[in-house]
């Protein structure tokens, strides 16, 4: 893959990508929706490179962890600290969402209890299949590309008769919150680089309303530097050209039908629903929960745990506007001062999708000044 | 810090941690040598003293054993600060019921890597904890050495090299991996090693030396540009790397840049001097792949930062690790 | 997370699960959302997970591209 990360080819594609937006005649606006392409931009140096050529890179709602409400977090916690003989399992970087009760991290576990740390729901899974006298919850975050793994764990928890394992899901959709930020009409886009490996489960169509609707141009890029070039190349392409469109750069990886299987499963086990999103509300069919077949796997209401109450933000947390790609993270009074990774005020500081760590870490754009 | 409870970021190497010795430590004991912060601190007679703690989790992995990174440890720490290793003390914090040929294991490479260290093992304490109050074995190790060089950060110049002496991340990832916690086997092996090759370079001319262990290369030049009058700037492609963990990196998403190793270095060489150093370390088996990654230059950057230029050709700032995803990696 | 990387599978059981390789170290993986996959083909793998068969027609493709600018921008 070091072709896609060669200096010279990245050049040539900035070059390109300058001419363009040069003869746009305005400085481009691109949002992305994934906090993977966030971190991929930064960590490459890309986006002060990007902005040199003449367009701005906008982070939109990309960080399932982040855009779950801290209710859902605070009832992850609730589940381990107040229930005996429990396994709480989830992702890495759950785990230090800071709400008003800690986080998963600090939280004092109920006796014979426990958090542990998994890279696969099915680790999840195993322990439950292993250990019967145990409750095992796995506490999943996750756009398009995690849920069929969660769905598929799910069902074959379902088919064995397990008794003792259960989902607490936090899981949402693309392209609803897409359709929510433009009609929400606050943050001026001009082009969307989509998701690589979303696009991967949920193929291109879906995306197509961007276009046709709202006559906005974009492009689903991978993850290598020359990947999210190449998509910045097409939209502004598409741009001076007028036509507006769904292009796929990364067709090594993606099926313009995206995975059927996987979508199969997404379906049979969860059903869409309003959901309540950090930052952005409630909006329509935008997060997947339980059918009823599945009821029983529902962490939520197996132990009753209450997720209905979105709960709140800390104060000062400005973490739903830097997710609606209104503010940058530089624009909170809060950042790298009081909020900072190791003193995180809310999720976009703790995830590693979130734009907030992601702009510590890595630096501003527009930064180091010479 | 007005946190009522430790949480288990304080011991990551990082800003919590570092704030924590100042804010709560230094204070408590006022006192000129403390505040100096070094690794190891020259006392009056030429002697140099440390210590360390390793509560390692799994004991053994790939490379090396809590055994081993107790002498290698402290002895690296001896090491970047100017003096030659000599003497360890070994304090043993054993909890009840851990298996005796476990601790047998540990003891006989306790052994042969203070033998491979030159290092004498002259005191010690034992304790058991009850079961359920202490993980296995937790080892603290203190370390005298003689005073070869007073490395000060005032003696670094425009212009000097920074050069590192091999991989980084393997140690890292052989926990990591030792852990069983990401369903992935790699050929990866801990880098555990005495750095007592580097002991001549103060003769030649080092500048400066800190070891790489917790929090990374990026931490450990983050902590050095913070007191330069001049920016660092690094290059991402000279960073050599082993293909475990570039695998790593591209797997699972950590960046090689904050993983620990246990037996690198980084050390600040006169501009002149730089490819000698080089030169002279490859001829070492432990400095096989060392290379000049960087320079304290004032052409990028303002004083006080650490900068990487990018594969790709941009500029990124380089901030310390902030938190350990993975505790009780060394 | 969106992270996820091509790999080859390696090994491929009736269940589903199995392995697969990137640059030398090797992932256990469970591929049972790429039912057609088989050994030797490269998927892309998320969360323990192969979520998509990568297209090795195109990947040679992008890579031309990329070698071709590269080398142009030598001139």
New interface residues.
């Given amino acids: 893959m070091k072709e896609l990360r060669n200096p010279a080819a990245l050049r040539r594609l900035l070059g390109d990508i300058g001419e363009k937006a040069r003869s746009l005649g305005r400085r481009p606006r691109l949002m992305e929706v994934c906090g993977t392409h966030t971190m991929a931009l930064f960590k490459s140096g890309l986006t002060p490179l990007l902005a040199e050529a003449g367009v701005e890179m906008v982070s939109g709602p990309g960080c399932p962890v982040c855009i779950t409400p801290n209710g859902i977090h605070e009832a992850a916690i609730a589940a381990v600290t107040e229930i005996e003989g429990l396994t709480l399992a989830t992702f890495g970087d759950m785990t230090r969402v800071p709400t008003r009760t800690g986080s998963l991290q600090t939280a004092v576990p109920a006796r014979n209890s426990r958090l542990r740390i998994v890279y696969s729901p099915e680790e999840a899974l195993d322990e439950a299949r292993r250990d019967p006298g145990r409750e095992v919850v796995f506490f999943g975050a996750g756009f398009e590309t995690t849920i069929p793994s969660i769905a598929y764990t799910a069902k074959h928890a379902a088919a064995e008769g397990l008794r003792n394992f259960s989902v607490l899901p936090a899981l949402w959709l693309v392209p609803p919150a897409l359709r929510a930020v433009l009609d929400a009409g606050e943050a001026a886009v001009d082009g969307f680089i989509y998701p690589g490996h979303v696009s991967a489960v949920i193929g291109a169509a879906p995306y197509e309303f961007v276009a046709r609707d709202h006559g906005i141009p974009g492009a689903i890029a991978g993850f290598e530097p020359g990947d999210i070039l190449l998509a910045v190349r097409s939209v502004l392409e598409q741009a001076v050209e007028g036509k507006p469109r769904v292009a796929n750069e990364y067709s090594r990886a993606i099926a313009p039908d995206g995975n059927p299987v996987a979508r199969a499963l997404m379906d049979e086990v969860f059903e869409p629903f309003d959901a309540v999103w950090r930052g952005l509300g409630k909006i329509p069919a935008s997060g997947l929960r339980f059918r009823k077949a599945y009821a029983p796997l529902d962490a939520g209401a197996r132990l009753g745990l209450g997720t209905a109450d979105p709960g709140r933000d800390l104060p000062g947390c400005r973490c739903g506007e830097v997710l609606r790609g209104v503010v940058r993270p530089e624009g909170c009074r809060l950042f790298g001062k009081k909020c900072r990774p190791d003193s995180p005020l809310g999720p976009c500081m703790v995830s590693f999708e979130g734009a907030c760590l992601i702009h510590f870490k890595y630096g501003s754009p527009g930064r180091p000044a010479s | 810090m007005s946190e009522k ?1 430790i ?3 304080l011991g990551g190497g ?3 941690m570092r704030r924590f010795i100042a804010e709560k430590i230094v204070p408590a004991f006022r006192d000129p040598l403390l505040g100096e912060l070094t690794d190891a601190v020259h006392l009056p007679g030429g002697i140099a003293f440390t210590t360390d703690s390793y509560v390692v989790d799994p004991l053994f992995f790939p490379g090396g054993d809590i055994g081993r990174l107790a002498v290698n440890g402290t002895v690296n720490d001896l090491v970047v600060s100017g003096a030659e290793p000599r003497f360890l003390s070994l304090a043993l914090i054993i909890e009840e019921g851990l298996e005796t040929a476990v601790l047998d294991r540990v003891i006989g490479s306790i052994r042969k890597a203070a033998r491979a260290a030159h290092v004498r093992i002259v005191t010690g304490d034992t304790k058991v904890v009850r079961r359920g109050q202490g993980d296995k074995v937790f080892i603290n190790t203190a370390g005298v050495g003689r005073s070869v060089a007073r490395p000060r950060l005032g003696g670094i110049r425009r212009g000097d090299k920074i050069v590192l002496t091999g991989t980084v991340g393997d140690h890292s990832l052989a926990v990591m991996l030792a852990r069983g ?8 092996r801990s880098d555990c090693a005495p750095l007592l090759f580097l002991l001549p370079f103060w003769k030649r001319g080092a500048r400066w030396m800190r070891d790489v262990t917790r929090g990374g290369l990026a931490t450990v030049l983050f902590e050095l540009a913070e007191h330069l009058p001049y ?1 660092l700037l690094i290059e991402e492609d000279r960073i050599p790397l082993s ?2 963990v ?3 990196g ?4 950590i ?1 090689p840049l904050y993983m620990a190793c246990e037996g690198k270095a980084v050390v600040v060489a006169p501009a002149k001097r730089a490819d000698e150093f080089v030169r002279l370390m490859r001829r070492h088996p432990l400095g096989r792949k060392a290379a000049v990654i960087g320079e304290v230059q004032d ?4 004083p006080g ?1 650490l ?13 310390p690790l ?2 350990e ?1 993975l505790p009780r990696i060394c | 997370m969106c992270l996820a990387v091509p790999a080859k599978i390696t090994r491929l059981d009736e269940t589903g699960h199995g392995t697969a390789a990137y640059m030398g170290s090797e992932v256990s993986a469970n591929f049972s959302l790429v039912p057609q996959a088989k050994r030797g083909d490269w998927v892309i793998i998320h969360a323990g997970f192969a979520i998509a068969v990568m297209d090795e027609e195109e990947a040679r493709e992008t890579l031309r591209l990329f070698k071709e600018m590269a080398d142009a921008s030598d001139r």
Avoid at chain 2, 250 to 253: K, N, P, R, Y
């Fill in positions: 409870r949480s288990l970021d990082g800003r919590l916690d990401f369903g992935l086997k790699s050929a990866v920016p293909r475990p570039r695998a790593a591209d797997l699972l998403g960046d052409g990028v950057g303002r930062e900068l990487l230029r990018t594969g790709a050709g941009g500029l990124r700032l380089l901030e902030t938190s995803l």
